[in-house]
């Protein structure tokens, strides 16, 4: 088990080392000039220049190189060019909307999805499983911030249920938090759930043709601790593994739901950043979001051993 | 991937069934009403300008922000433009990014996909390459993309190329991977059979059919995430309409106007509804094992 984790974790080295180097080749691969192009067309050459030195553009590739990689290992993400205050800072005073945003969204899409794609398999082929897939089609195709929209004109304006937009910390509150959040998670929710619905019944419908399903039915026990205890223990793997690569669409989403919620979280920190082309805070952001993503399917990956005690490296 | 059997029994099977369209209807509705809602938007966006649409980038003060009427059927937005106009004619870039995206990251991707499949030495390299740019959240991708060039639409179908690559790389490679060690592969080698030709002749007709799938479900990703862009204000240009960034500019307006946000919503909806079908029933249609796994 050990040995598994450290070679799981060195595993993940060269996944942040492509990273990194990716986000930083990037302000260079760019066409043109990343300066005056983050300057905008009104900024005189003087300008560029000072943003130039700045962001070291004026040093050769690969003392910028290890410049900004010996400031990433010390936690500094450098400075916003807009404000001049530390990208760090500056994320950390966003995480908590969006950690409440992904999270409460994770535990909806789990709770709902993994059993209708149970039911979708045990009764293949009936009209509550071309429902299911049918959903699960929809949830991939309609965009976020269409169903966004289409959530906050029906349960805002014309029911007045819950706020339109905006985000209370849970300071202030439980129901002013929750009653801001819903809206926001299940619009966030819906495409998640679509892949994760799709692929429990997929892995259900794997498992349920086995011999010891067979079995388990014919001494008798009940259908849904036959279905529980034996068929989604045993489909948990694949289940896990997409929850795990599914936080990738997850974090897309974010920043699309946050907008169109006005949730002041890390997404609103990247659309603002993209409107003042503040190149510093946007990588931030992307190594922010990467690493989640990165350490998320290490954790999954640590699941395995739990879900199925057969898997030993 | 065992896909050459499978196209074997769809080419042999088909004879022994009911022939005709209503036949083909009935055992594969998805592809059928999936490609006739697509063929309709990329009609109607072909044939823009004879739809009764204005131009739709005209701006007239003193329409603004108009309701649905017989003369502007969707009504207009702050500078008195034709929002119908403007939503047939968005359909252009999602359209035009859609597809660009597809093809240029199945071609790249395949490329790469071979070489890494067939050349050990630099497998290890390009799959580290690929697990870490997957590890970048595709829109955030694009969008350090597009905030360091000047927007347009080009720039958006790169940006949006980048990270679906690694996608066609993995699955061509497993691919190859797979087919590598079948029995056929190692006769043609014996006979002396040049690394390219084999690659063409025997790797491309297997990789053919998956990679046809997944190249619709990239077009389908790819108009989503340009609307996302779009919407925003990472994506294309605001001179040029495109369902995204009609939503954004539309935005101020949502709570007296919801049609205005909603309506080019719908359109962008109904297409990658339409293109995700047509990838479902392609992927049942080209190959049932893959089907099964989905």
């Known amino acids: 088990m050990h040995f598994f984790l450290i070679r799981r974790l060195l595993a993940a080295v060269p996944v942040i080392v492509v990273v990194t180097v990716f986000v930083f080749a990037l302000l260079h691969l760019a066409p043109g000039d990343p300066a005056a192009i983050i300057a905008g067309d009104l900024a005189t050459a003087e300008d560029v220049a000072k943003i130039r030195a700045k962001l070291g553009l004026d040093q050769p590739l690969l003392v910028q190189f290890f410049t900004w990689v010996g400031q990433l290992l010390h936690g500094d993400l450098g400075n916003s060019i807009f404000s001049a205050h530390p990208v760090s800072q500056l994320i950390g005073q966003r995480l908590e909307p969006t950690l409440t945003l992904t999270v409460m969204t994770l535990v909806i899409s789990v709770i709902v999805a993994v059993p209708l794609g149970v039911i979708a398999a045990w009764r293949v082929g009936s009209w509550i499983d071309r429902c299911v897939m049918g959903f699960a089609v929809f949830g991939f195709s309609v965009p976020g911030f269409v169903i966004g929209y289409v959530l906050i004109w029906l349960f805002a304006i014309e029911l007045d249920w819950l706020p339109v937009q905006g985000y209370t910390p849970l300071a202030k509150g439980f129901w002013p938090w929750l009653s801001n959040i819903i809206l926001p998670s299940v619009t966030l929710a819906l495409a998640y759930m679509a892949l994760i619905a799709r692929i429990t019944r997929a892995a259900m419908l794997e498992t349920l043709s086995q011999d010891y399903i067979r079995t388990a039915h014919a001494k008798g026990l009940a259908t849904h601790s036959v279905l529980m205890g034996h068929a989604l223990r045993n489909a948990a793997v694949p289940i896990v593994t997409v929850i795990g690569i599914g936080v990738a669409l997850l974090i897309g989403g974010v920043v699309v739901t946050e907008s169109v919620f006005a949730i002041p979280g890390l997404g609103r920190l990247t659309v603002d950043a993209i409107l003042r082309r503040d190149y510093p805070v946007i990588q931030g952001i992307i190594l922010v979001f990467s690493g989640a993503y990165v350490v998320v399917n290490l954790v999954v990956d640590m699941l395995y051993t739990v879900l199925d005690p057969r898997i030993r490296y | ?294």
Not at chain 2, 156 to 179: F, G, N, Q, Y
Not at chain 2, 220 to 242: C, Q, R, Y
Not at chain 2, 251 to 272: E, I
Not at chain 2, 278 to 291: E, H
Request: with cysteine; net charge positive.
């Open chain 2, 1 to 294: 991937m065992a896909s050459a059997a499978a196209i074997t029994d769809e080419t042999i099977a088909p004879p022994a069934r009911a022939s005709g369209a209503g036949a083909f209807l009935r055992r594969h509705p998805t592809v059928v009403i999936g490609g006739a809602l697509l063929l309709v938007i990329v009609l109607a966006s072909i044939a823009a300008p004879w739809l009764g649409t204005v131009d739709p980038i005209s701006i007239a003060p003193s329409e603004r922000l108009r309701g649905p009427s017989a003369d502007h059927w969707f009504g207009t937005d702050r500078f008195g433009r034709d929002l119908y106009s403007r939503v047939i004619y968005g359909g252009r870039v999602s359209l035009i990014v859609g597809l660009s995206v597809a093809a240029l990251s199945t071609v790249i991707g395949l490329t790469i996909g071979l070489v890494s499949g067939f050349i050990r030495g630099v497998d290890a390299v390009i799959m580290r390459v690929m697990d870490g740019m997957m590890a970048i959240p595709a829109i955030m991708l694009a969008i350090a993309l597009i905030a360091l060039s000047k927007a347009s639409v080009i720039v958006v179908i790169v940006a949006v190329t980048l990270p679906e690559v690694p996608r066609v790389v993995r699955l061509v490679r497993s691919i190859v991977l797979t087919i590598r060690e079948q029995p056929y592969i190692e006769a043609a080698t014996a006979i002396g059979t040049s690394l390219p030709r084999i690659m063409l002749r025997h790797l491309l007709p297997n990789a053919l059919p998956p990679l046809i799938v997944q190249a619709t479900y990239i077009c389908a990703s790819a108009v989503l995430i340009e609307a996302a862009l779009s919407f925003l204000g990472a994506g294309t240009p605001p001179e040029v309409p495109s369902w995204g960034n009609i939503m954004a500019e539309a935005r101020p307006y949502f709570q007296l106007k919801p049609w205005m946000v909603l309506l080019p919503g719908l359109f962008l909806a109904v297409t990658v509804l339409a293109i995700n079908l047509v990838g479902d029933g392609l992927r049942d249609m080209l190959d049932p094992r893959l089907a099964r796994k989905m």
